[in-house]
């Protein structure tokens, strides 16, 4: 962590449960349940629903707790963001060890008890998801490269290799299709935020691509990783954890993210500031919809096989 | 201590913590032992170690008629 001093540090007495838990990021942990819930529930290895349930709440808490260790390293540049100024340890609710303490204390525990509970290897990947994210993402590429969130993605990538593995014992192209999914995902989503927070990221140093490599950049690259999604995505919905749902989720989302992409290639900085960023926002909160919409299709489809409604379907990969 | 002297402010100031506290200990405890019920269940072949004969080890012989 940086030596910075923290702008609106001031320390009020008492932290309480809702300032904790605020800590565990809880909007970035119902992607984390859902995903890892969906990729556990389709995996062709049926799972016991109490270990199942269980696995999962040791997931999510994983990614709790990487939240708070991202939180108290980045707790000098929260501060100065309009996003991030309201967090627990700017405001001064949380100290900075106290979410140190708490962050490490969750990562051990949720680590050995997803050993235990399911297996050591979804142990293990849940391990290195918490250092990748906190070591590998928030330590070093955020504040050093415009490649950081390319690269910092696969830590929210994880979260179905872990519901797979604690079902199967294994990884296997479904679910490197599922990582891969994300992983696509996330250039594009956090880069329209990024093109109507580009002052905050410039204010506190954070070399965010449209920070380094300019606004007209950052609209070409969203629209390359847009493109490169949708094939993935259609892929998903023909293997075997796909269907006729996640096709169609596929096919129209993908549809519209694209759209969505080349409005933003098709606009310039000028033109987003007159109307404030109106599509690049609208682009950004549809993509947080896209992911959620992908897995509970696959979700679905996994329901329509069970009961035995699913149509006749071409599994390629 | 008196059985009746008055609670420390700190107690009341940390009740909602401390509630919470206790309800992940709960949670956590009764989470453990369905588990532990799911996994018994579901297991293979329960086997003492110590000063017992383990039945996975023992030479395979025929049924005497």
Known sequence: MSDASYSSYSQTPEAGVRDFFALLKPRVMSLVILTAAVALLVAPVDVHPIVGFAAVFWIAVGAGASGALNMWWDADIDGQMARTEGRPIPVGKVKPQEALGFGLFLSILSVMMLSLVANPLSGAILAFTIFFYVVVYSMWLKRSTPQNIVIGGAAGAFPPLIGWAVATGGISLEAVLMFALIFMWTPPHFWALALFRNEDYKRVGIPMLPVIAGDRATRVQIFIYTALLAPVAIALSFSSVGGILTLIVAAALNLRFLVGAWRILQRNEAQAQADKHKVEVRVFLESIGYLFAHFIAMGLDYGLREFGWAPAWPVLF | ?65
């Open chain 2, 1 to 65: 201590m008196a059985i009746n002297a008055p609670k420390h402010e700190i107690y009341t100031r940390r009740k909602s913590r401390n509630l919470a506290v206790m309800g992940c200990c709960i949670g956590m405890a009764v989470m453990v032992f369905a588990v532990t019920i799911v996994k018994v269940q579901n297991g293979g072949m329960v086997e003492g170690f110590d000063h017992t004969y383990r039945a996975s080890v023992l030479p395979i012989t025929e049924p005497v008629e």
